[in-house]
């Protein structure tokens, strides 16, 4: 038997193969490349999705979170809060506008943002906090909002692992300034290729950033500041609108999953995400922590399941950035997960079958 992945995109592509292929010929008669009618389209169904009055489709997750960061004016001697357990795309935000991630430890059981340790990182240099779906399930937005709210502050969302997951039964992506998404290939609304997208309810929000991801340009070859090259291919407008249509039967499904975990899983030493009432997660991935890590990852393994970490350096002890000073013990809690964290195979094509063999064989360790 193969072993059963953490992910595999080809099952998804098998199904709506037909679609895309026919959307991809018509992106070429039309010779609609970058930007133009299938990224509008897909905005504007896209900001449908989310319930935001605007979406921006862009190049990637990463540059969204650094035009937003351009947005909200943030630039060099700027702080941004970010927590220390996220991809580092969340710090590379601020960074890449010569302004300074500010570190914070997550909840030791949702391993979210923790919101209460937020107002001790705040200096007079802070600007924003930028809070993180992690796999997929929703920080407390409330209470994170409070925190910017009492001091000032900007609060984003990266949402790139959540499309679709709720906070108190509302979509992410409007609860903040902006929300940035990822549409990378293994994200739960994945582009063919390189993309990115922002939402917002705020007008002033989006036509900055419209301008900056497109030569700081309002009127063709008039630019107004220096500006980027930021714009979504064609291509992937044109094949994330297709997806679109199925996200949310795709999520449900890794719902059902998530929940056969959840309710399979009995062994004492499988810690798994808290999900609080207020989270809707859409199970970007399905994390555990296992004391024995190498153990357990060796074991799983050798019996037909290929695990995978999600991630394996907390943003803090990352090399990119020594110079912030930071060393082991700083957050204990974004340390643990690190050294604790395994993924299990998530994504909505796994048969039920597979889904009991990894919940067995864990049961089974
Ligand atoms: C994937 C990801 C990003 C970056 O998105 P790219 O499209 O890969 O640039 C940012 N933040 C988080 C939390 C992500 O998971």
């Known amino acids: ?37 299938y990224v509008d389209a897909f905005e504007k169904n896209y900001a449908a999705y989310c319930g935001t009055q605007y979406a ?18 943030v630039g060099p001697g700027d702080e941004v809060i970010v927590p220390a357990d996220t991809f580092i795309a969340t710090a590379w935000g601020p960074s890449h506008v010569g302004a300074t991630p500010v570190f914070v430890d997550c909840d030791p059981d949702t391993w979210e943002i923790d ?30 909002r409070e925190v910017a709210g009492k001091h000032g502050l900007f609060m984003i969302e990266d949402a790139a692992q959540a499309h679709g997951a709720r906070y108190k039964g ?17 994200k739960n609304l994945g ?21 900056l991801r497109n030569h700081g340009c309002q009127v ?16 992937q407008g044109a094949i994330l609108d297709i997806k679109l249509k199925y996200i949310d039967a795709w999520n449900g499904r890794r719902q059902q999953i998530a929940k056969m975990y959840q309710n399979g899983i009995v062994h004492p030493g499988v810690k798994l ?29 050798a019996n037909g399941v290929a695990p995978a970490l999600h991630y394996p350096v907390p943003c803090h002890l990352q090399k990119a950035y020594a110079h912030l000073g930071h060393q082991r013990g700083d957050f204990p809690n ?21 889904v009991n063999h990894v919940i067995d064989t864990i049961n089974k360790y």
């Open 1 to 37: 038997m193969n072993k059963i992945p953490c992910l595999d995109l080809k099952k998804q592509y098998a199904q709506i193969r037909t679609e895309v292929l026919k959307a991809t010929e018509e992106v070429f008669d039309s010779t609609a490349f970058s930007g133009g009618y």
């Open 56 to 73: 921006m489709g862009v190049n990637n997750g990463t540059t969204a979170l650094q035009l937003a960061m351009l947005a909200l004016g």
């Open 115 to 144: 919101a209460t340790k937020i107002e001790a990182c705040i200096t007079e240099r802070t600007k924003v906090i930028a809070g993180v779906h992690l796999y997929g399930q929703p920080f407390d937005v409330d209470a994170v």
């Open 170 to 186: 509302v979509r992410v992506g409007g609860f903040g300034e902006m929300a940035c998404f990822s549409f990378y290939p293994g």
């Open 191 to 211: 582009a063919y290729g390189e993309a990115g997208g922002m939402t917002t309810n705020h007008k002033k929000y989006y036509d900055r950033v419209a301008s």
């Open 220 to 235: 063709r070859y008039y630019h107004d500041e220096i500006g980027y090259n930021m714009r979504m291919d064609g291509l």
């Open 273 to 301: 995400q808290k999900q609080p009432d207020f989270a809707e997660s859409v199970y970007h991935l399905f994390v555990v922590t296992v004391e024995n890590r190498d153990d357990f990852m060796q074991y799983l393994n």
């Open 334 to 354: 974004a340390e643990y997960l690190a050294d604790h964290c395994v993924s299990l195979p998530m994504f909505a094509e796994l048969t039920d079958d597979e």
